[in-house]
Antibody, heavy 128, light 110 residues
Framework: EVQLAESGGGLVQPGGSLRLSCAAS????????MAWVRQAPGKGLEWVGR??????????EYAASVKGRFTISRDDSKNSLYLQMNSLKTEDTAVYYC???????????????????WGQGTLVTVSS | QSVLTQPPSASGTPGQRVTISCSGS????????VNWYQQLPGTAPKLLIY???QRPSGVPDRLSGSKSGTSASLALSGLQSEDEADYYC???????????FGTGTKVTVL
């Protein structure tokens, strides 16, 4: 059974840093595209960014709202995913989910990208 | 600001059919496949529909997805009380080079 478990959330002051972890079990992390998605209190879902798998040499992509401040990394030997968050702002307050992605082009040339497994989330609160 | 627009709410009585729309553009729904997620209160999202009209194992066939041009829709047939949840569409956006979610629709079973 695939399980993803986030940790590392908490209260941090504006301008501070925090590192989230996502421990994976039941899958070989190196085979998969992984992503972070967040949800501000009472709001909708927002994609934070992704890191591609070993076969694609691990490139990363980020949402404009976090680019230059957040960094996604992975340690496949530990089956773990990370999100380093720097220069945090109050608007970064959210529940952060890690998710396993599937990414491929189908026979019609459409890009298929979706998240089939999600962690339970960890709350990050940015406040003074 | 979400680039995929959904109605904020939808409702129906048990057994009815409810349809949720998702409006996008040529750079997202028009170019790529659409996914739908269900989020029950206090829980993580769950994949309901992927690749526009495919259901993961365990998702009942009374749920179906479709798209036409730059719009997509999710249909819930035979509405049940356990369908009360928030629903989000999503797709890759070629212009933003990122994944975009819809604004979300809260479904209420009357």
């Amino acid at each position: 059974e695939v399980q993803l478990a986030e940790s590392g959330g908490g209260l941090v002051q504006p301008g501070g840093s925090l590192r989230l972890s996502c421990a994976a079990s039941g899958l070989t992390l190196s085979d998969h595209d992984m992503a972070w998605v967040r949800q501000a209190p009472g709001k909708g879902l927002e994609w934070v960014g992704r890191i591609r798998n070993k076969a694609n040499n691990y490139p990363t992509e980020y949402a404009a709202s976090v680019k230059g401040r957040f960094t996604i990394s992975r340690d496949d030997s530990k089956n773990s995913l990370y999100l380093q968050m720097n220069s945090l702002k109050t608007e970064d307050t959210a529940v952060y989910y890690c998710a396993r992605g599937s990414a491929y082009y189908d026979s019609n040339g459409y890009f298929n990208y979706y998240f089939d497994y999600w962690g339970q989330g960890t709350l990050v609160t940015v406040s003074s | 600001q979400s680039v995929l627009t959904q109605p904020p709410s939808a409702s129906g009585t048990p057994g009815q059919r409810v349809t949720i729309s998702c409006s996008g553009s040529s750079s997202n729904i028009g170019s790529n496949t659409v996914n739908w997620y269900q989020q029950l209160p206090g829980t993580a999202p769950k994949l309901l529909i992927y690749s526009t009209n495919q259901r993961p194992s365990g998702v009942p066939d009374r749920l179906s997805g479709s798209k036409s041009g730059t719009s997509a829709s999710l249909a819930l047939s035979g509405l049940q009380s356990e369908d009360e949840a928030d629903y989000y569409c999503a797709a890759w956006d070629d212009s933003l080079n990122g994944y975009v979610f819809g604004t979300g629709t809260k479904v209420t079973v009357l």
